[in-house]
């Protein structure tokens, strides 16, 4: 089945212990995106990779890293977490292949920072 | 996202039709979509539209774009409960795999 895993899908923390939020796709997709959602503010894209190897910011990256190794494979990583950083996360991926970039989504993991 | 504006709230009785819209602002997207998202859940496509129709129609979803106008929007024929659920616009400009999404509209279908 195709799918876009996140793990952990909840998680509480305390600031500053860092901690990463994995994601992993077996859809062989290129692309990879991190997002946050908050109320009333939709979606806001945190990092992207185009592929192995290449990732750049979106625009809200202060407080995050990312990195992609591995195709399957795009971890956020939070290295001082800060409560304004509690929010649910989405991780997504599309093809390169075609326009009409559909991205498929995870399920989401919800993160509060104390 | 600043650049993709939708109203926040609809409410509608079961049965009737809703209409979500959304505003939007890059001329260049190729591709207009719109995602539900449930409760707990991820965020799932629901349909998207090529920018030169005008409409497309899938079982009980209707999709309208006025390019001029930068509008879209989004029709639910006999809404149902299991369609309460948090709406998103989004685009996709030429040539960009980020989506730019609006705020989303939550929908509340009552008895």
């Known amino acids: 089945e195709a799918q876009v895993t996140q793990n952990p899908r909840y998680l509480i923390t305390v600031t500053g212990k860092k901690l990463t939020v994995t994601c992993s796709q077996n859809m062989n997709h290129e692309y990879m995106s991190w997002y946050r959602q908050d109320p009333g503010l939709g979606l806001r894209q945190i990092y992207y990779s185009m592929n192995v190897e290449v990732t750049d910011k979106g625009d809200v990256p202060e407080g995050y890293k990312v990195s992609r190794k591995e195709k399957r494979n795009f971890p956020l990583i939070l290295e001082s977490p800060s409560p304004n950083q509690t929010s649910l996360y989405f991780c997504a991926s599309s093809s390169a292949q075609g326009e009409r970039n559909i991205q498929y989504f995870g399920a989401g993991t919800r993160l509060s920072v104390l | 996202g600043e650049d993709v504006e939708q109203s926040l709230f609809l409410s509608v009785r079961e049965g009737d039709s809703s209409v979500i819209n959304c505003t939007y602002t890059d001329s260049s997207s190729t591709y207009l979509y719109w995602y539900k998202q449930e409760p707990g859940a991820g965020l799932q496509l629901l349909t998207y539209i090529f920018s030169n129709m005008d409409m497309k129609q899938d079982q009980r979803l209707t999709v309208l774009l006025n390019k001029k106008d930068k509008h879209l929007s989004l029709r639910i024929a006999d809404t149902q409960t299991g369609d309460s659920a948090i709406y998103f616009c989004?685009?996709?400009?030429?040539?960009?795999?980020?989506?730019?999404f609006g705020a989303g509209t939550t929908v509340t279908v009552r008895a």
């Open positions: 989004a685009e996709s400009p030429r040539g960009d795999y980020k989506l730019s």
